[in-house]
């Protein structure tokens, strides 16, 4: 099956202000985070990508032009609403030192699957609908460019933390133990029996994850003769 490279967006201005930005809009990326686009796609660059998906926000769609210049034959990235930024609803727009007094900012970092941003989705809704997008959005680049094709997707960090969890079958109570940093790559590649999970938070060389031909993976195998969808008992070479 594919590998999903999960991209968080390069740092903010809300990141470097503290703010929660949300589906705020006019969101940038600051001198940093500009920096961290222009790398990512010099980190990509071993990697033959097959397509491109992003959030509609600004922040992301800033962190793959970069990598969209120097790959024109991918073209545009496809926006899907489904992997913006969660709902955060009144809480929108508000310091991070000022929301952490809230008695909802303890059900956020303790019991997250009943945490519900008032006016806003829940952090389940956000789970449901994230982890449905990444695997219907599999399942069509299996369809269209085959079982050893890598695809980027660029989110943000609550929605990897999501996908992420459920890729570790962890319970969402447990995605706080998740740090993603900005313009961190997170590699996922799903098989019928269960999700691998390459890299988490990855900032450095990506290079080993471009297919290996007659490998029959993307560099978790090692080449071994171990069934597609198995671990390998050992460790991996």
Known sequence: MPTLLLVRHGRSTANTAGILAGWTP????????????????????????AQVVSS??????????????????????????????????????RPLSELAKEPLWRTVQDHAAAAAFPGGESLRELSHRTVDAVREWNAK?????GEDAVWVACSHGDVIKAVVADALG????????????????????????????????????????????????????????????????GGTA
């Open 56 to 93: 509609p926000l600004e922040r992301c769609q800033q962190t793959v032009e970069p990598l969209l210049a120097v790959r024109p034959e991918l073209g545009a990235a496809v926006e899907d609403e489904r992997l913006g930024e969660c709902h955060y609803g009144d809480w929108t727009g």
């Open 141 to 145: 680049v299996a369809a269209e460019h």
């Open 26 to 49: 006019g969101v940038d990326l600051d001198d940093t985070g500009r920096e961290q686009a222009a790398a990512l796609a010099g980190r990509l660059a071993a990697i033959p990508v």
């Open 170 to 233: 962890l319970h969402l109570d447990h995605f706080q133990r998740i740090s993603v940093e900005p313009c961190s790559v997170t590699a996922i590649r799903y098989t019928p029996q269960r999700p691998f999970v390459l890299r988490m938070g990855d900032t450095g060389d990506l290079s080993s994850l471009a297919p290996k031909p007659g490998a029959g993976g993307h560099g978790d195998r090692g080449g071994d003769a171990t069934p597609a969808g198995d671990a390998v008992v």
